[in-house]
């Protein structure tokens, strides 16, 4: 399923000479690039914008897996541009139309990530007119939908427990903190409403069955007996 494109850079780039092969077991796809003072691999694979359920976004990045699959280190063959060997990813919107600039880029020498180590502007600037080819040539592919899908269904999985973890765990505890909380308070509602009914019923009658008087009623009698007494 490899192809072979040659493709017009801008000046003074020259051609570009690359291969494209699409992986439909990950969904990744590899390009090998050559031109002048410039060659090597970037991988394009599909990448998620928040929590959406199929990826419309993409990252390109420098090199590619190594071939045996229990090697789990760094990306090999990475590209080498104007005689630096260069690392990094970006995150682009495919179907955007304008070219990739070099400050939509974040890329480092190979081995390094700190800020003294990025590339130089004509390096990066290079990289980027490249990256918009490569970008141009994913986004057409006749297998996008194919590869973003299985992109989707591999990484399924691995962002369930993400959100198990990261985003449904602590709310959760707050849901089961919430209905302790909730129960309490009903709890403490029944009780007072009970209070209250009883005391309606207490004060409803005297100990003969007869009305009981009303508290002002008691302090009014209470006043006039007082007074006869005087």
Do not use: K
Request: glycine share 8%; proline share 6%; hydrophobic share 40%.
């Amino acid at each position: 399923m490899t192809e072979l494109h040659t493709v017009a850079l801008p000046d003074p780039y020259g051609e570009l000479t690359l291969t494209q092969t699409p992986n439909l077991t990950s969904g990744q796809v590899r390009y090998v690039i050559s031109g002048r003072r410039a060659s090597g691999a970037f991988t394009i694979e599909p990448a998620f914008a928040g929590e959406e359920l199929i990826p419309t976004r993409i990252w390109v990045r420098c090199g590619h897996e190594p071939a045996d699959q229990f090697n789990t280190g760094p990306l090999i063959n990475r590209p080498v541009i104007n005689g630096i060997t260069i690392a990094g990813i970006v995150d682009l919107d495919p179907d955007q139309q304008e070219p990739v600039r070099r400050w939509h880029l974040t890329v480092y020498r190979a081995g390094s990530t700190r800020v003294a180590d990025l590339v130089p502007d004509r390096t990066s600037e290079y990289a980027a007119a490249i990256i918009t080819v490569l970008r141009a040539m994913w986004a057409t592919h006749p297998l996008r939908q194919t590869l973003v899908t299985t992109w989707a269904r591999l990484c399924a999985e691995q962002r369930a427990e993400h959100l198990l973890r990261d985003e449904l765990a602590h709310r959760y505890r707050r849901r089961d903190q919430l209905a302790t909380e909730i129960h309490h308070y009903e709890r403490r509602v029944a009780d007072l409403r009970t209070l209250a009914t009883a005391g309606a019923d207490a004060g409803s009658s005297s100990g003969n069955g007869q009305p009981a008087l009303q508290a002002t009623q008691v302090g009014t009698a209470h006043a006039v007996g007082v007074g006869s007494g005087a």
